[in-house]
């Protein structure tokens, strides 16, 4: 009796806190036998394992969700850049800017501007001495596409040029099809300039004026569904729709006058809404009411 009274009270409980009410450090008590305690160990292994994988997975669920849209639904996903390592060489030839390659084009010329990663985003400076925005493109084949991504302007001196900008621009076999645009003054979306000798020229659809801050991340999506396309700043949304939109298409050529970035770079097939017919009424309305102002 006594012996069994000295066991119990020498074995030692489960440490479960301090006493100041610190959580707990263990809460089993280990057991005796060093080849239980190994079992044990490798079972606590395993089960922190699968608490931490499920928490990975949803990171990467939230980093692939498609944001709110209203033409389209999104499909199969495309692209997915978090511009975190340097990016591969393209493939194929990067002699046009508008088609004729895979992956990123850049950097190709002092034309196209300096383009880098830095902190998580895609940074195009132009090349004042060239007057022309520095440029950038992911080529790809597709037709229908939901573009999602975070753009800035930059708050640095002009140097001479006239206007600061961020464009994302959409190009066929061999020039631009349409674009998203955005300046200090808010976002405008156009039928592009298909052979810039012409006769083909831009069709504007609409403006919206904001006032833009410089250094500030925007949040851009682009959608396009054969021959309509619809731009959204911010949850304010214009669409415009023209047969060259409807075209094949090959690249998204980032556009940055001066100087910007672009981060959190995502892609998706699009699909129909069945509410589109609805949400264009609403979106048309308010681009009226928006012009009357």
């Known amino acids: 009796m006594g012996r069994a009274r000295f066991a119990a009270h020498s074995r030692k409980p489960a440490l479960r806190g301090d006493a100041r009410g610190a959580p707990p450090l263990c809460l089993f008590t280990p057991p005796r036998h060093p080849a239980q305690h190994v079992r044990t160990m490798k079972t606590l292994s395993i089960a922190c394992a699968a608490a931490i994988l499920p928490a990975h997975a949803l990171l990467a669920d939230l980093a692939s969700m498609p944001p709110p849209t209203l033409m389209t639904k999104a499909g199969k996903l495309l692209v997915a850049e978090n511009f975190s390592k340097p990016l591969p060489p393209p493939q194929g030839s990067t002699a046009n800017y508008a088609s004729g390659f895979k992956g990123w084009r850049c950097n190709v010329s002092e034309r196209g501007g300096r383009w880098d990663i830095v902190d998580g985003a895609f940074r195009g400076i132009e090349n004042p001495k060239v007057n022309h925005p520095a440029c950038a493109s992911i080529g790809l084949d597709f037709k229908n596409v939901i573009i999602a991504c975070e753009a800035r302007m930059h708050d640095v001196p002009l140097e001479g040029r006239k206007f600061r900008g961020f464009s994302v621009r959409t190009t066929d076999a061999k020039d631009y099809v ?49 021959d309509e396309m619809v731009g959204t700043l911010n949850g304010k949304s214009l669409t415009g729709q023209h047969p060259l939109i409807a075209s094949d298409k090959h690249s998204i050529m980032f556009v940055s006058s001066v100087e910007g970035s672009v981060r959190n770079l995502r892609v998706w097939e699009a699909l129909p809404n069945p509410d589109w017919t609805k949400n264009k009424r609403t979106i048309l309305a308010a681009s009226k009411g928006s012009a009357k102002k």
């Open 178 to 226: 349409c674009s998203v645009m955005l300046s200090q003054a808010g976002m405008r979306i156009q039928k592009d300039d298909n052979d810039h000798a012409g006769p083909d020229k831009a069709v504007p659809f609409g403006e919206i004026k904001t006032p833009i801050k410089l250094g500030e991340w925007q949040t851009i999506v682009f959608e396009i569904l054969d």
